[in-house]
């Protein structure tokens, strides 16, 4: 089956049988929904001002978990194959519905390492609030997460900074205060990605993976263990747009293989491609077929 249409923020599911008992996400991008531009805003972007008609991604959740257990679907397969990222809260959300919010903030998923430059701070100027004193000292870096992580100190986010995670979109607050949905859906789930599932695509797949799911399909390209997070900015002379990142991320620090290369459990072969007459959703229907 080809892939569920999408909304103009790049998100849809679909059931892929008459019983219903599957029930197939596609996640084309991960920005631009209404939580992403509540996220933005909260930050301080100077670029937005208010979210105005973009989709909610938590609202669709809600819908599709709804219309899962009404149906009684045992297998979600959450389709990332070609998502060059955006915001990673996505995966949370995502998360959120079906583990509830304990597993989720207390997920261990490494650490990273910011830097306060004054790039980061124009782009973010929210972010000047929370500089650690005395960074300024190390060049802007701040390495309190890494030292906090390998003291066994850090695994997760604390109680406070969910709650201001939560708070910062308001969209989510509101669904994380009915509360109904929390954990409320438990399916067997199935990734699906390829070499262009990268950035925060990537953080979806691996926040599901450590989850319990699955994964099928192409390596990503992007190594677990990577400089991210882009902040964007015009040379003064040739006007050229350019990008620099502001974090190093070590999903993986105490797996340094696995941080160079995330192989899915199910890796997509010559064969799979043949007997499907090569068919270019071959990994979607070897998902759809993985029981």
């Given at each position: 089956m080809p892939p569920p249409a999408v909304n103009a923020a790049g998100h849809g599911w679909a059931f892929s049988d008459a019983d219903h008992?599957?029930?197939v996400l596609r996640v084309e991008r991960m920005h631009g929904y209404r939580e992403d531009l509540e996220w933005r805003i909260h930050a301080g972007a100077a670029d937005i001002a208010e979210p105005g008609t973009a989709p909610s991604a938590v609202?669709?959740?809600?819908?599709?978990?709804l219309a899962a257990r009404a149906a009684g679907s045992d297998h979600l397969v959450v389709d990332v194959r070609g998502n060059t990222g955006g915001n990673s809260m996505f995966g949370v959300f995502l998360g959120y519905f079906l583990h509830g919010p304990e597993p989720v903030r207390t997920l261990d998923e490494g650490y990273q390492v910011r830097r306060y430059s004054r790039l980061m701070l124009e782009t973010y100027p929210a972010f000047g609030t929370v500089r650690p004193a005395g960074v300024e000292a190390t060049g802007g870096y701040d390495f309190q997460h890494e030292l906090a992580w390998r003291a066994g100190e850090a695994t997760g986010t604390s109680p406070e900074e969910w709650a201001e995670i939560v708070a910062a979109m308001p969209s989510f607050a509101a669904e994380v205060e009915a509360g109904d949905l929390a954990g409320a859906w438990n399916p067997r789930?199935?990734?699906?990605?390829?070499?262009?599932?990268?950035?925060?695509?990537?953080?979806?797949?691996?926040?599901?993976?450590?989850?319990?799911?699955?994964?099928?399909?192409?390596?990503?390209?992007?190594?677990?263990?990577?400089?991210?997070?882009?902040?964007?900015?015009s040379l003064p002379h040739s006007g050229i747009r350019v990008g620099v990142a502001y974090k190093i991320s070590l999903k993986f620090p105490d797996d340094p293989e696995r941080g160079r290369l995330f192989r899915p459990d199910r890796e997509l072969t010559y064969a799979d491609l043949a007997?499907?007459?090569?068919?270019?959703?071959t990994a979607l229907r070897v998902a759809l077929d993985t029981r």
């Amino acid at each position: 089956m080809p892939p569920p249409a999408v909304n103009a923020a790049g998100h849809g599911w679909a059931f892929s049988d008459a019983d219903h008992r599957t029930v197939v996400l596609r996640v084309e991008r991960m920005h631009g929904y209404r939580e992403d531009l509540e996220w933005r805003i909260h930050a301080g972007a100077a670029d937005i001002a208010e979210p105005g008609t973009a989709p909610s991604a938590v609202a669709l959740l809600r819908d599709m978990v709804l219309a899962a257990r009404a149906a009684g679907s045992d297998h979600l397969v959450v389709d990332v194959r070609g998502n060059t990222g955006g915001n990673s809260m996505f995966g949370v959300f995502l998360g959120y519905f079906l583990h509830g919010p304990e597993p989720v903030r207390t997920l261990d998923e490494g650490y990273q390492v910011r830097r306060y430059s004054r790039l980061m701070l124009e782009t973010y100027p929210a972010f000047g609030t929370v500089r650690p004193a005395g960074v300024e000292a190390t060049g802007g870096y701040d390495f309190q997460h890494e030292l906090a992580w390998r003291a066994g100190e850090a695994t997760g986010t604390s109680p406070e900074e969910w709650a201001e995670i939560v708070a910062a979109m308001p969209s989510f607050a509101a669904e994380v205060e009915a509360g109904d949905l929390a954990g409320a859906w438990n399916p067997r789930v199935t990734v699906v990605t390829d070499s262009g599932t990268i950035s925060a695509a990537y953080d979806l797949t691996t926040l599901l993976w450590r989850l319990g799911a699955r994964t099928v399909g192409v390596p990503p390209a992007q190594a677990g263990n990577c400089f991210t997070d882009l902040l964007l900015f015009s040379l003064p002379h040739s006007g050229i747009r350019v990008g620099v990142a502001y974090k190093i991320s070590l999903k993986f620090p105490d797996d340094p293989e696995r941080g160079r290369l995330f192989r899915p459990d199910r890796e997509l072969t010559y064969a799979d491609l043949a007997a499907h007459g090569f068919d270019p959703h071959t990994a979607l229907r070897v998902a759809l077929d993985t029981r």
